[in-house]
T-cell receptor
Framework: NAGVTQTPKFQVLKTGQSMTLQCAQDMNHEYMSWYRQDPGMGLRLIHY???????DQGEVPNGYNVSRSTTEDFPLRLLSAAPSQTSVYFC???????????????FGPGTRLTVL | DAKTTQPNSMESNEEEPVHLPCNHS???????IHWYRQLPSQGPEYVIHGLTSNVNNRMASLAIAEDRKSSTLILHRATLRDAAVYYC????????????FGAGTTVTVRA
């Protein structure tokens, strides 16, 4: 299994540009989520999904959109990039059976985004 | 929500045990204690979790105080690869998948 994959690894945007960060997992996990991590800080939840067709907002959703049309993919869209969105973005997934949220969450390698 | 308190940093020598404390004095009876770690320039990875009893796995051990107001993650023989930020996280419900990361403890391992 490839696990959780994210593309691109690095991205530089200009203020106002839009883009989509890709996240895919091949473990048939129902739960997927997006976090951002600013320098020297812990991760903060942006959006999450408990299954295809179901998404919800996390702690810092403003400026981001998500959709979940398949179990495997959970793209994160930046509508109009701002310098405050400069961060490292991590995608995560988890199986929801048996132990539910106490199952291990698997994280991708991250996308480093710079907005000028 | 119950909060956790961890030291900012800890140092250890290679091959020696590391004991990482976590205080959670406002923990409720149904809160699970989860630990994740983040190696440099990588995403977090799961380490271990428990409710009341001590837990062991291939990576570490989790010792939970009898009153559950604190816990300790134990790395039995630290290696250079264990240098990372370790996060102690309380999970309230099996339906709540959100992970609340604090600042964590930065562990440095000396060769």
């Amino acid at each position: 299994n490839a696990g959780v994959t994210q593309t691109p690894k690095f991205q530089v945007l200009k203020t106002g540009q839009s883009m989509t960060l890709q996240c895919a997992q091949d473990m048939n996990h129902e739960y997927m989520s997006w976090y951002r991590q600013d320098p020297g800080m812990g991760l903060r939840l942006i959006h999450y999904s408990v299954g295809a067709g179901i998404t919800d907002q996390g702690e810092v959703p403003n400026g981001y959109n998500v959709s979940r049309s398949t179990t495997e993919d959970f793209p994160l869209r930046l509508l109009s990039a701002a310098p405050s969105q400069t961060s490292v973005y991590f995608c995560a997934s988890s199986y929801s059976g048996t132990s539910g949220a106490h199952n291990e969450q698997f994280f991708g390698p991250g996308t480093r985004l710079t907005v000028l | 929500d119950a909060k956790t308190t961890q030291p900012n940093s800890m140092e250890s020598n290679e091959e020696e045990p590391v004991h990482l404390p976590c205080n959670h004095s406002t923990i409720s009876g149904t809160d699970y204690i989860h630990w994740y770690r983040q190696l440099p320039s990588q995403g977090p990875e799961y380490v271990i979790h428990g409710l009341t009893s001590n837990v062991n796995n291939r990576m570490a051990s989790l010792a939970i105080a009898e009153d559950r107001k604190s816990s300790t993650l134990i790395l039995h023989r630290a290696t250079l690869r264990d240098a990372a930020v370790y996060y102690c996280i309380l999970r309230v419900s099996s339906n709540d998948y959100k992970l609340s990361f604090g600042a964590g403890t930065t562990v440095t391992v000396r060769a």
